[in-house]
């Protein structure tokens, strides 16, 4: 049971690193540790934490914390994990599936970086014309949304905070669009802003947070929301800092 308890806690992190709402990691970690044999489960998640105890009909207590430092959300992987948790309670695989199948999800194949790439300055593009903005506010908003997408890959592997990156991306995309400006290839660099900075937006923090608040998980639901706010007034920063104080503005 301990062994298996270590299995329900490994996916429900993963699952919770990977961007899954708090409900929906406290009720798969309920269901795979019943279905190991547990008779009485307690869970408590919030965004950054996760503790856990399962008796057992022996009389025993199992608790475990994990500690939840950072997440990235991963739609494939929270699939996998998904899927893994249900074929737990239906079909109550040996340990080394479980092992195997886990081991399976969370080193599953990302997105190839230039994929990642051209889907980031095409999104960046399209809300450039989406907003208003014309065709060469369009392309140039597309070149510039590529070297924002590779600076953010640069950032994600030196800074830890997810705010701070958003900040420093916001930053580089704010200072491309004045410096195309500037070389006068626009001359509505706010459509091109707008159109780099809709990606950063962290509208599936703020939809998770929104429902985690709607199940009842009021403590997540408030950190999640705070974190959103806290991603845009980040962002709005970092405009600021190269419209405003670096004079590209007056």
């Known amino acids: ?20 709402e708090v409900h929906r990691v406290e009720e798969s970690i309920s269901r795979m540790c019943h279905a190991f044999g547990a008779i009485r489960v307690d869970v408590f998640i919030i965004t950054t934490s996760m503790v856990v105890t399962v008796h057992t ?15 990235n959300t991963n739609y494939e992987k929270l699939h996998r994990l998904n899927q893994l948790s249900r074929e737990i309670c239906e079909k109550h695989p040996a ?31 399209a809300f450039t014309l989406f907003f208003g903005g014309k065709i060469m506010d369009a392309l140039v ?45 626009i001359e509505n660099v706010d459509m091109v802003i707008i159109g780099n900075i809709m ?6 923090g703020l939809t998770n947070a929104l429902r985690d608040l709607f199940t009842g998980d009021s403590i997540a639901g408030l950190l999640r929301t705070i974190e959103a706010v806290l991603t845009a007034l980040a962002i709005a920063a970092g405009y600021f800092l190269i419209a405003v104080l670096g004079g590209f503005a007056i």
């Not at 049971?1 to 806690?9: G, V």
């Not at 092992?99 to 599953?108: F, R």
């Not at 590779?150 to 997810?162: R, Y």
């Open 1 to 20: 049971m301990e062994k298996l308890f270590c299995y329900a806690m490994d996916i429900g992190e993963q699952m919770l690193i990977s961007g899954a």
């Open 57 to 71: 009909s022996d009389n025993k207590t199992y608790t475990q914390t994990r500690r939840v430092t950072s997440t």
């Open 95 to 125: 340990e080394q599936e479980i092992e195997k199948e886990l081991n399976d999800a969370v080193n599953c194949n990302k997105f190839p970086v230039w994929l990642e790439f051209v889907c980031y300055s095409v999104i960046a593009g």
């Open 141 to 185: 908003s597309l070149m510039v949304g590529g070297v924002v997408r590779l600076g953010t890959i640069f950032f994600d592997k030196i800074i830890s905070n997810n705010i701070f990156r958003k900040f420093f991306s916001t930053v580089m995309a704010t200072f491309l669009a004045f410096f195309a400006v500037e070389f006068r290839w």
């Open 199 to 204: 990606p950063l937006i962290p509208g599936i």
